[in-house]
């Protein structure tokens, strides 16, 4: 199976801030990377697929890069609403194993 | 608007069999599979497998290998998760996802379902 570890795994930041999540995938795995956004008692919510599209009604302050093991999730200006936890997950091989997940708390 | 509705809160001895239903609106059911991830109390997630909605195909988590089933009836744009030999570590807020799979073979899972608590106690 294939490994997804993120980091931190927790996060605190202000509101403003610029937000970097990183997530490794034990093998290449191209761009086959999804990031999600969980609020809590909420569903996962699709922010990034493929790595780095935009998934349509998604804040422009969200984005995504990286190809085969090393990807990240970048906020470019943490707004109220997104304080939650993000997951990435690989979708190249299955089971399709998410990471651990990032809590992204208010400072 | 798309929508993914699952069936309400159960509550299973150890042993026992639950079937949880997803049932999808505004969308092409056929078009698309459905995914079922779940997640313990207090964890994160655990992709369980899918289903292709269009040929009724499955790829199933090796660790729930000969305990979960996953159909369709596309009659009324259903979807199933039956899971069987309930244990306590089974319990867990049970998700369906829309799957979409790019060309390129990539799949992502938008939008899900509310989320279904199964909870299994003696």
């Known amino acids: 199976d294939i490994q997804m570890t993120q980091s931190p795994s927790s996060l605190s930041a202000s509101v403003g801030d610029r937000v970097t999540i990183t997530c490794r995938a034990s093998?290449?795995?191209?761009?086959?990377l999804n990031w999600y956004q969980q609020k809590p008692g909420k569903a996962p919510k699709l922010l990034i697929y493929?790595?780095?599209s935009l998934q349509s009604g998604v804040p422009s302050r969200f984005s995504g890069s990286g190809s085969g093991t090393d990807f990240t999730l970048t906020i470019s200006s943490l707004q109220p609403e997104d304080f939650a936890t993000y997951y990435c997950?690989?979708?190249?091989?299955?089971?399709?194993?998410f990471g651990q997940g990032t809590k992204l708390e208010i400072k | 608007q798309v929508q993914l509705v699952q069936s309400g809160a159960e509550v299973k001895k150890p042993g026992a069999s639950v079937k949880v239903s997803c049932k999808a609106s505004?969308?092409?059911?056929?078009?698309?599979?459905i995914s079922w991830v779940r997640q313990a109390p207090g964890q994160g997630l655990e992709w369980m497998g899918w289903?292709?909605?269009?040929?009724?195909?499955?790829n199933y988590a090796q660790k729930l290998q000969g305990r979960v089933t996953m159909t369709t009836d596309t009659s009324t744009s259903t979807a199933y998760m039956e899971l069987r030999s309930l244990r306590s570590d089974d319990t867990a807020v049970y998700y369906c996802?829309?799957?979409?799979?790019?060309?390129?073979?990539?799949?992502?899972?938008?939008?899900w379902g509310q989320g279904t608590l199964v909870t299994v106690s003696s």
């Open positions: 505004g969308y092409t059911f056929t078009s698309y599979g």
């Open positions: 996802a829309r799957v979409s799979i790019a060309a390129a073979g990539n799949k992502w899972f938008d939008p």
């Open positions: 493929a790595a780095s």
């Open positions: 093998q290449s795995i191209d761009n086959y």
């Open positions: 997950q690989q979708s190249y091989s299955s089971p399709h194993t």
């Open positions: 289903i292709s909605a269009y040929n009724g195909n499955t």
